[in-house]
């Protein structure tokens, strides 16, 4: 066994680590940084392009961020909040394209217009006052609303075509959407890492985690060539695992982790490369979520641009396997288990019976039933034209509740220890998008006073928007950072236009 000390060790060479890592590096250039990633690649798992659905999280599509309430009330303080984070990652990615960090912008983000599309007077109703709601917002400056069948076929002439003429419908749609190849960011990111001293090791599974006394991490690395046990000692762990965080974490034993435990939903997604049906759709088009569904199960219809391959995917639907990692094993689900959660787990079992309804009849879909869903998006669908592919695995939070006794949570959870020596991320949603935001909650709160006496001012340089505590409340700078972002990131429609 070698035993080294090292300043940081991220686990895990997905989007998040990744970000992480690049974080660290602009305000401490000096301190040292061993990534461990279990496959024998980086950015394989959820960040993989074909494991998530690439789609630029920014509220503009989702309905989910602006829930109608009971008494059909909207507010858009959440649907702000998401395109606020979305912002960092967009200012924080230009910064990095005029560094030279990341290569051409189109390798890893294009264009492609939002859109939501609902059926029904009432869904068009919510969609409308959704809209009158959003668009004197200005980040949301841009948004279209249509119930006009000729207006929307325009946009979009796959969800119009052969619809039934007495159909009510009607779409809303931003300019200003994004398609991101997590994937192809990811492997940009460490590469730049390793180029700036960062050790990548591949290969390299963290079986556990132990504290010493003297606050320090010993790392229990299993090298899958041949199969040798190394520890490398480290002053702060960053659990940034994925599906295999729950399991890390609680390995570490810290009291934090206590009461919660993962629920895995794998996704699959219909896929169409063929280029006839391609052409004639350029946007991401997301529906609202059936009755019981998780919010991250709403139907969307989306271009795809992948190693500059354009496609089209469908989805996403849902399946149940207890791996927490594709990649991972039967064993998860059951191994994840403790006295500590579960309760909560249990609890969950018995209350979501909306959840475990939609699952199951998600399980039990054929092919036809599935093509059917298409179908509602876009009538035209062939089955010959589409086949299934597999998604990542998402594993949701269920925690602790004062209240309920355990709750399923649909978001993000970052977990570190009180000392702020280790951290790591649960749960999906908004995920990847939201990569900036979440990782300097990490370093703000781990690192507090690094972070308000230096860091802080070097991260707003590159990354405006953290000056004026958003962009938003601030309707001047979000036209500038939205144009901006857009001319760095190549994000015009003009530019975007010649790349289809
Ligand atoms: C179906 C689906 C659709 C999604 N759609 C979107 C979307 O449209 N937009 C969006 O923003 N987000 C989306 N997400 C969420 C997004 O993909 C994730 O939030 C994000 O990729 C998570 O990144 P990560 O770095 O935490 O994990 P991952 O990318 O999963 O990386 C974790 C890494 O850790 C490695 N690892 C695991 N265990 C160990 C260990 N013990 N030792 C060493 N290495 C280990 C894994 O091999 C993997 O490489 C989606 C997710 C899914 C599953």
Known sequence: MSKNTVDVVLIGGGVMSATLGTLIKQVQPDWSIEIFESRTEVATESSNAWNNAGTGHAALCELNYMPEGKDGSLSAAKAIDINEQFQLSRQFWAKLVEEGVLGEPSSFINATPHMTFVRGAENVDYLRRRWELLRSEPLFADMEFSDDPEQIAEWTPLLVDRRSKDEVFAATRSESGTDVDFGA???QLISHLVSEGAALNLGAEVRKLRRLDDGTWDVYVRNRAGYTTSI??????????GGGALSLLQSSGIPEIKGFGGFPISGKFLKTSN???????????YGKAAVGAPPMSVPHLDTRVVDGEQS????????????????GSWWDLPGSIRPHNLGPMLKVGLSEFALEKYLLGELLASREKQMETLREYMPTARTEDWEMIEAGQRVQVMKNDPEKGGILQ??????????????????????????????LGVLRKCFPEQFTSSWEAVFAENIPALKTGGLNDHPELAAASLAHTSEVLGLTRANADTAV
């Not at 280029?275 to 088009?285: D, G």
């Open 185 to 187: 960011l990811t492997r």
């Open 312 to 327: 089209l995917l469908f989805g996403p639907y849902a399946g149940f396997s207890p791996n927490f990692l594709k990649k």
């Open 410 to 439: 649909f978001g993000t959870e970052v977990i570190t220890g009180a000392d702020g020596t280790v951290s790591g991320l649960l749960g999906a949603s908004p995920g990847a998008s939201t990569a900036v935001y979440a990782m």
């Open 275 to 285: 280029p006839e049906i391609v052409r004639q759709h350029q946007a991401k088009v």
């Open 232 to 241: 490398v000692n480290a002053k702060f762990v960053f659990v940034g695992a």
